[in-house]
């Protein structure tokens, strides 16, 4: 009855909270607190909230009790079946104002309408982070922290967040539970399935305010909106002067100082100080293509060459050079490029004076002094120093030849071949 009556007789002593139960009450006031009450006895999971540890407890043992009427998807939470059986109804009540896109849940709009305003409302107490994301901030705050409390009972794998340890089972289990309702294509992420569905009905929801490019996933026009600014690299190496605009590249710097490289394949030897590296290595074993494009046959081991690909497609080039007005799809074409008016040369021998502009002619170098070829074919024992030239060494055993001319039905095992083949129509053309 007191949800119908409203009366909140339950009050908090420290802020304006009230509340119809007891027990609500007790949970709130452990935000004021900090006290962690309940305390998983499997993993050490410790959550201030009784609630929150009984749907963490079933992260052991896989009980998912609320089942999907009209799929196989199962859920640990009434709230997240409720979420999943909107894919079925297709239902999106909530629009933007600005853009038109629509929403299925309220809480997303309010998040999308950020990237028209730019508010970031959630503060890092420690430093001068600021985010759109509660989430994000959350992953932020653990880098000061350095908790870790969610733990994998099958190989000890420790994350500060709760998504990355239900991303890091699938590895266990090979469940791709996201599947695409118009085609064959499965993920294992939330986030996986939203950007292959944004790439195939080519929906671009997310705006740059400066320059009005558009972009189907947020991160990208993230990256894109850097191009505008001024230049800050707040991720900074303690042992030297390098600094980058993102973590990730300053997690690969970092190798460079220790040497260490802890990820090994167990085909053929290769290290890497990144795991994320090890993995895209041993497609090339594998031959597997997850990165697929809707609208054309084209299927890549990399998400990098997919999004280039997809420009030959849209024509869209937002990297421009300001000395020479070069543009280009993908950022790391124009940081090369800018390397022809610097004259800069990154990428130094061990052994000799040599340097390069590339980092892969430098490794091409080495092989010189080292002799190394630990790229290995299966079919006739061919060696070679790069994954690259292994791959188009593999396409004349299997026959394959993905790149395709758009002007006749000439086909190449690697675009250097296409490119040259390309010449014989611009020749054409001017005679």
Do not use: W
Request: aromatic share 10%; charged share 30%.
């Amino acid at each position: 009855m007191e949800t119908h009556t409203g009366d909140k007789q339950y009050k908090c002593a420290e802020c304006n909270f009230t509340t119809v139960r007891k027990e609500a009450l007790k949970d709130h006031l452990t935000r004021h607190t900090g006290e962690k009450l309940f305390r998983c006895e499997t993993c050490g999971f410790r959550s201030a909230y009784k609630q929150s540890l009984s749907q963490h407890m079933i992260r052991h043992t896989g009980d998912k009790p609320h089942k999907c009427d009209q799929c196989e998807y199962s859920a640990t939470t009434k709230y997240c079946l409720k979420r999943h059986t909107v894919k079925h109804t297709g239902e999106k009540p909530y629009m933007c104002r600005e853009c038109g896109f629509r929403l299925a849940y309220r809480s997303n709009l309010s998040k999308h309408m950020r990237t028209h305003t730019g508010e970031k409302p959630y503060k890092c107490t420690e430093c001068d982070f600021k985010t759109s994301l509660k989430d994000s901030l959350r992953r932020h705050t653990a880098r000061h922290t350095g908790e870790k409390p969610y733990m994998c009972d099958k190989c000890g794998y420790r994350t500060a967040h709760k998504s990355s340890l239900s991303y890091h089972m699938t590895r266990h289990t090979g469940e791709k539970p996201y599947k695409c309702d118009q085609c064959d294509f499965k993920t294992n992420t939330r986030d996986g399935l939203r950007r292959h569905k944004a790439r195939h009905i080519g929906k671009k929801p997310y705006m740059c305010g400066q320059c009005g490019y558009r972009a189907a996933e947020k991160n990208i026009l993230s990256k894109h909106i850097k191009t505008h600014d001024t230049g800050e690299k707040r991720y900074k190496c303690a042992l030297c002067e390098y600094s980058s605009a993102y973590n990730r590249n300053l997690v690969s710097h970092m190798a460079k100082h220790t040497s260490e490289k802890p990820y090994m394949c167990g085909e053929c030897g290769y290290r890497t100080a990144i795991k994320y590296n090890l993995a895209k290595h041993m497609r090339t074993h594998t031959g597997e293509k997850p990165y697929k494009y809707s609208l054309c046959d084209y299927s890549s081991t990399r998400k990098g060459k997919l999004d280039i690909h997809m420009t030959n497609h849209t024509g869209e080039k937002p990297y421009m050079c300001d000395e020479c007005g070069f543009k280009t799809a993908d950022k790391h074409y124009l940081t090369v490029h800018m390397r022809t008016h610097t004259g800069e040369k990154p990428y130094n021998c061990s052994f000799c004076e040599y340097s390069s502009v590339f980092k892969q002619s430098l490794v091409r170098h080495i092989t010189n002094h080292t002799g190394e070829t630990p790229f290995l074919c299966e079919e006739c024992g061919f060696g070679t120093a790069s994954t690259s030239s292994l791959v188009r060494h593999i396409r004349k055993h299997t026959g394959e030849k993905p790149f395709k001319c758009d002007q006749c039905d000439f086909t190449a095992v690697d675009t250097r071949s296409l490119k040259r083949h390309k010449v014989k129509h611009s020749i054409n053309k001017c005679m």
